[in-house]
């Protein structure tokens, strides 16, 4: 009944879908307008309607985004950013629509997305007349935050960089002669009325003067300068909204122009006589003679595929498993819903068939009656419980869910459910009386570590604890008491009963093996972890206890009858309750056993008789490992590279996965080979976008008013932003939009690190431009010379230079005539016969001169992405600089940022510089990590002692140490981790902060 109603219900949302493309649109982004010409992006394609309103038109369909349309100045063309050809590049078209074409070929970009903080590549921003087109790239920017702004023909060919070392939005003066320009691009950080150092202003650049002045100079956000005559209109936030003002480059007088309270304005355009924008999602222009804001309505028409009811393949989302107690089944947490699916052969059954509703996690009961699952159905977290084949209702087990629940498990009996939520609260629900009884709490972390006794009246956990190692407790269910099991010197986890209740496994950090650093006299330790168990009664023996072997008597052969009769008694017992676990808490620490295993890392550890499985990663291993403990063989075996993802309730079948893909075997104790899988392809469902898009609304607005580490919301209304920011989403007609209408959302709580990542999108295959290592002009007969050939460490796969590889006769000055034979002097853009050719082969005709006399032939392996060779040169230009400046006594170290590569750069250059007389440390566009502590602790260390050899120089001690000054320079990039970092530098007095206000040097030679 209820999946016929949903059905029912389902048909009635699409209708109403359907039917609400007759009102008037929202979500109408990045328009452009040119006299009674609107050109927008909506759901990723770009269309077009009178200023005046009615019914758009679409221009673009294609599977990427095609956004940041400009008219240009006459009003003819339009260039935009689009995805046709798998990379994001500018392209042109009729302003009335028509064939686009292709004017870029830019390097590939793994960052690159509409719905990523650093926004997409290649941005359109504006036209410098009717021939030529300004755009932002990062195609020669080793930070992802900075980008330089680029000039193109509309014809083609390369493009030349405008003489400013990075940019944003920009707007020239009415004679050309000046730019105003941003010089930070932030429009897609999800972060709204920011005042910290990437704040940007109004900046305006005099072409023939060089100079630069700030025209704003205001705390607040001052972007997307749009120059009209005499005026610079522009948005600011300086009154919390995103409102736009004006700025009047004769008086220097500021003006706020409209009164937004709601809604920021969004991506303004300016056209010959108005500015376009969005705000609330609708399109709105802004008359500049009268001065009045207007509302366009829009209708749009189409079919809108994207958001239609679309028939999806569930298990490439399988995020959760669970297998029947006898193995023959296994249900699936996939794409919202519950799967069950049978292990060998049947029909696969959704269980919850919901869209709009999140179902999570699966887990089978004991008796194989039921399977519960968590479920937002309701507005909140609960959890429920289904009949095996789905022919009953669902059953709501727990209520009134206050906060998000994580993890439960079913006890033996089937009886009742543990769970935890974000609370940090530990309990179990009682299935028949609904009760909830709270195991513990805490205010230290989130309990994910629990097991059931086999008896179903003891709970084992970790309880989280910031003052010491992680601890495992014991909970009686009778008494509701927890009790400590192991010391408190050692970190312990994963507990897991045995099956007959005997033992309690558990893995602990209590290996000291340490390794020794090769840069410096330090030690770290790794491989700390061994599974060990202890007796839970003081009589039960230990399996490693001393042996004395006994002859063996032979006894007379008893009656057939006797045997069959023991082996059926034999059965019995295996099938019978298990019975009551015995506890003794008294010297129960000093009950703990060693496996005889290998130190290494251990999870997943599940207790079975006779025996352990676990998981297991040792250094220097390629794949974790599945290995099975024998107790009585004392013997461990490695089951092969396979993970164990629960073992059946019967104690005879485990449910295994390799290589996203899973099988239900019986309980290995040799080296398991798959050949037989789960048959998933039958996970099919039909999916209404719609319905998902507002549940994924939802959640997030959930999870961030329960995982926000402010339970204030920095001051926000977070109920009033729901209200504000939820009646959007039903006009969303692509994952994007989506994305867009989330980070709106959170960017409310004015903070860092509140991102919207992923989606089910739509992306279109990339196809990498390869790239030769070098600056290329573009010469008056057609050929290209080599300005510049970027220098590289060829040893070095990542930092490899094509025309500086061994053999290769390549200089700068030189002229490439020819690609793979063919000529140079025919191409519009010679990064145009280079596409798809990123590692593989390439033919170049190389000349001293621009002809194609005197030529040779060179085989080079074009690369895909420039920027580490930028980021090296740039860093050796430095060094040099230093060197040279002090007569090499100063050292000098960039890190870029505070995660490996940022880690490996202090390392490498670091310890070679420790006796260097001074030290400059290089912050600048660090891009952030969690690796501070590590290099601050180093650069803290003071000198405590002198060591002396005969003959020898003395070294300090600690030898690992600057013991000369230093400083740190620090700009308006440095993020993150990365501004933690100069932060510790100035409390622990190491040195002086330089800033370089501009923020710029460091992004461009």
Request: proline share 4%.
């Amino acid at each position: 009944m209820r999946k016929c109603l949903l059905s029912v219900l389902m048909v009635i949302v699409f209708a109403a879908t359907a039917f609400s493309q007759e009102e008037e649109a929202r979500l109408l982004r990045f328009p452009t307008i040119h006299g009674g010409q609107v050109v927008f992006s909506y759901a990723g394609n770009l269309y077009t309607v009178a200023r005046a309103g009615g019914v758009a038109r679409m221009l673009t369909n294609d599977d990427g985004n095609e956004i940041f349309a400009k008219f240009s100045p006459d009003g003819k063309t339009l260039a935009f950013t689009g995805q046709y050809d798998g990379n994001t590049e500018v392209y042109l078209m009729p302003a009335g629509g028509g064939v686009p074409q292709r004017v870029t070929y830019t390097a590939t970009l793994s960052r690159d997305d509409l719905s990523d903080r650093m926004g997409p590549n290649n941005v359109v921003m504006t036209w410098k007349d009717n021939d030529d087109i300004v755009f932002r790239s990062r195609k020669k920017s080793f930070n992802s935050f900075v980008g330089q702004l680029f000039e193109v023909s509309k014809d083609g060919g390369l493009s030349t960089q405008l003489p400013l070392p990075a940019g944003g939005f920009c707007s020239f003066s009415p004679d050309k002669k000046k730019l105003a320009y941003n010089q930070v691009f932030r429009e897609f950080r999800t972060w709204k009325y920011y005042r910290g150092g990437m704040a940007d202003d109004i900046w305006i650049y005099d072409f023939k003067s060089k100079e630069t002045i700030n025209a704003t100079n205001h705390e607040a956000q001052d972007i997307f300068p749009m120059w009209h005559g005499d005026i610079i209109y522009f948005l600011s936030d300086r009154d919390r909204i995103m409102n736009l003002f004006s700025y009047d480059t004769k008086s220097g007088e500021t003006k706020k122009l409209t009164n937004y309270d709601k809604y920021d304005i969004k991506f303004p355009s300016l056209g010959d006589n108005a500015i376009v924008y969005e705000n609330g999602g609708y399109l709105y222009y802004y008359d500049l003679q009268s001065q009045v804001p207007k509302r366009i309505n829009v209708k749009i028409m189409n079919d809108f595929t994207v958001s239609r009811p679309q028939w999806k393949d569930a298990s490439k989302n399988i995020r959760y498993s669970s297998v029947s107690p006898d193995g023959k089944r296994v249900t699936f947490g996939a794409r919202g819903d519950i799967f069950s699916v049978p292990a060998k052969s049947g029909i696969t059954t959704n269980l919850t068939n919901t869209n709009g509703v999140h179902e999570r996690g699966s887990d089978w009961s004991s008796d194989g009656k039921w399977i519960a699952y968590i479920s937002d159905e309701t507005g909140e977290d609960e959890i429920f419980i289904v009949n095996q084949d789905g022919s009953e209702e669902p059953i709501q087990v727990t209520k009134n869910g206050d906060t998000y629940k994580f993890g439960f498990w079913w006890s033996p009996d089937a009886k009742k459910i543990a769970f935890t939520d974000q609370k940090k609260r530990f309990y179990y629900v009682d299935i028949e009386t609904k009760d909830m009884t709270l195991v513990d709490q805490t205010d230290e972390g989130e309990f994910h570590d629990y097991d059931w006794s086999p008896d179903s009246k003891w709970l084992a956990y970790v309880k989280p604890d910031n003052e010491e190692p992680g601890r495992i407790y014991l909970y009686n269910l009778e008494t509701k008491t927890s009790t400590p099991v192991t010391s408190k010197w050692y970190n312990s986890s994963d507990p897991s009963f045995s099956a007959d209740g005997k033992f309690l496994y558990f893995t602990s950090a209590r290996t000291f093996n340490p390794i020794y650093s090769w840069t410096e006299w330090n030690h770290a330790y790794s491989d700390m972890d061994k599974v060990y168990f202890l007796t839970l009664a003081k009589d039960t023996e230990s399996p490693f206890e001393p042996e004395n072997d006994v002859a063996e008597v032979k006894e007379d052969k008893k009656e057939e009858g006797e045997d069959k009769e023991k082996k059926k008694d034999d059965e019995a017992e295996e099938t019978e309750e298990a019975e009551d676990m015995k506890v003794d808490f008294d010297g129960i620490e000093d009950r703990v056993v060693e496996l005889p295993i290998d130190a290494a890392a251990y999870w997943n550890l599940k207790g079975v008789k006779g025996g352990a499985y676990y998981q297991r990663f040792k250094t220097g291993d390629k794949k974790g490992s599945l290995l099975f403990f024998d107790l009585k063989k004392k013997k461990e075996t490695n089951l092969g590279n396979i993970s164990l993802s629960e073992i059946s309730a019967n104690g005879k079948k485990m449910l295994v996965s390799q290589n996203r893909k899973y099988s239900v075997i019986d309980l290995p104790k040799s080296k398991v080979k798959l050949s037989e899988f789960v048959d998933v392809s039958n996970m099919k469902i039909w999916v209404s976008p719609k319905e998902e898009w507002k549940q994924i609304f939802d959640e997030s607005w959930r999870q961030m008013r329960e995982f926000f580490y402010d339970p204030n919301m920095h001051g926000v209304d977070w109920d009033k932003m729901y209200k504000k920011y939820e009646p959007l989403i039903k006009y969303a007609n692509s994952r994007y939009d989506v994305s867009y209408i989330i980070g709106e959302m959170i960017g409310e709580v004015s903070t860092g690190h509140a991102y919207v990542t992923g989606g089910d999108r739509v992306i279109p295959e990339k196809i990498k431009t390869g790239l030769l290592g070098a600056e290329l002009s573009r010469d008056n007969s057609g050929y290209c010379r080599i300005d510049r050939i970027l220098e590289g460490q060829n040893w070095d796969k990542s930092i490899r230079s094509p025309l500086t590889e061994i053999g290769v006769n390549v200089n700068e000055g030189d002229y490439i005539i020819a690609v793979n034979g063919k000529s140079v002097a025919g191409m519009v853009n010679i990064y145009q016969s280079l596409v798809g050719t990123a590692g593989k082969q390439v033919e170049l005709t190389i000349s001293s001169s621009a002809s194609d006399k005197d030529t040779h032939k060179e085989i080079i392996i074009p690369i895909a992405d420039e920027s580490k060779l930028y980021y090296y040169e740039w860093v050796h230009e430095n060094i040099k600089k230093v060197d040279e400046a002090t007569n090499g006594q100063v050292g000098y170290i960039h890190i870029p940022d505070m995660g490996p590569d940022g880690l490996n750069q202090f390392v490498k250059y670091f310890y070679p510089q420790m006796r260097k007389k001074a030290l400059i440390i290089d912050d600048r566009g660090n891009g952030g990590g969690n690796v501070s502590p590590m290099i601050i602790e180093r650069l803290r260390r003071e000198l405590s002692l002198m060591q002396m050899g005969r003959n020898n120089v003395g070294t300090p001690n600690p030898g690992a140490m600057m013991l000369g000054p230093m400083v740190c320079l620090i700009n308006r990039y440095s993020a993150s981790d990365g501004d933690l970092f100069p932060y510790q530098f100035r409390k622990h007095n190491l040195g002086k902060l330089i800033v370089d206000l501009l923020g710029l040097d460091c992004h461009n030679k």
